[in-house]
């Protein structure tokens, strides 16, 4: 049964530049009085927020990682995805399930059969209604990344697991095309809002 509200992912590879075009929606819709929900994974809950600590910066095989990321998942969509669609609540959410298929599956080699079992457990039919995929060279996301903070254990990943991690998202774009829009992250600021802007609206969520 499909919730009043409406769930809108972004996702890419590190230093994409996702958080700004966030920023600017969530902006937007709050002036527009719309009552907006802004989250992420792994997080969005003080339990899936410790999560991700031991996710990002502990080493672990990746069937503990991937088990991670799904728990951490399902609280955050216990305590705080599902409540705020049923109120009828816009929920962006910075990553969400397509960043376990590009990172512990095509990234890290995870078998996908085992991801998509979690992830109908853990989901139970949820999906977003729309995902905003910010695809570009893994080169030019490290050149943003590197004047960035400490890295992560993924950030310090090279660059032949990003070019898997990006294929990853694309071929989980290939197979729910209709949920996907592709944005072109390595064009300008500029650029990249309007593509943005054009997406939503598109869509039908300006
Ligand atoms: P970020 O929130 O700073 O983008 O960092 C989250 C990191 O966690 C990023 O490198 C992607 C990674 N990640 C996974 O490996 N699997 C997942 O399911 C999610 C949501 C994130």
């Known amino acids: 049964m499909s919730l009043p509200g409406r769930f809108i992912t972004f996702e890419g590879i ?8 966030i920023d600017a929606l969530e902006q937007a819709w709050r002036q527009q009085g719309r009552d907006v929900v802004r989250t992420r994974e792994p ?3 003080a339990l899936a927020e410790k999560l991700r600590e031991l996710v990002l910066h502990d080493s672990m095989d990746p069937l503990t990682e991937a088990l991670l990321v799904f728990s951490a998942r399902r609280d955050h969509l216990q305590q705080v995805i599902r409540p705020a669609l049923t109120r009828g609540a816009w929920v962006l959410c910075d990553r969400f399930t397509d960043a376990t298929f590009a990172y512990q599956g095509a990234g890290r080699g ?11 457990w853990v989901q139970e039919g949820l999906q977003p209604d729309l995902t ?7 080169a030019v996301a490290a050149s943003r990344l590197q004047a960035a903070r400490q890295p992560d254990r993924f950030e310090a990943l090279d660059a032949a697991f990003f070019e898997r ?3 990853g998202y694309l071929d989980r774009r290939s197979s729910q095309p209709d ?3 592709v ?8 650029q990249v809002a309007e593509q943005v802007r054009t997406a939503i609206a598109e869509r039908g969520f300006a």
Do not use: N
């Not at 590190?14 to 075009?21: E, R, V, Y």
């Not at 995870?110 to 109908?120: G, H, K, N, P």
């Open 179 to 181: 949920r996907f829009c």
């Open 43 to 45: 997080g969005g809950t």
């Open 14 to 21: 590190d230093g994409a530049g996702k958080t700004t075009h």
């Open 132 to 138: 905003l995929l910010f695809d570009l060279p893994p």
């Open 183 to 190: 944005i072109q992250a390595d064009a300008s600021p500029h």
């Open 165 to 167: 991690v990006r294929a």
């Open 110 to 120: 995870f078998e996908l059969a085992v991801l998509r079992q979690l992830e109908t």
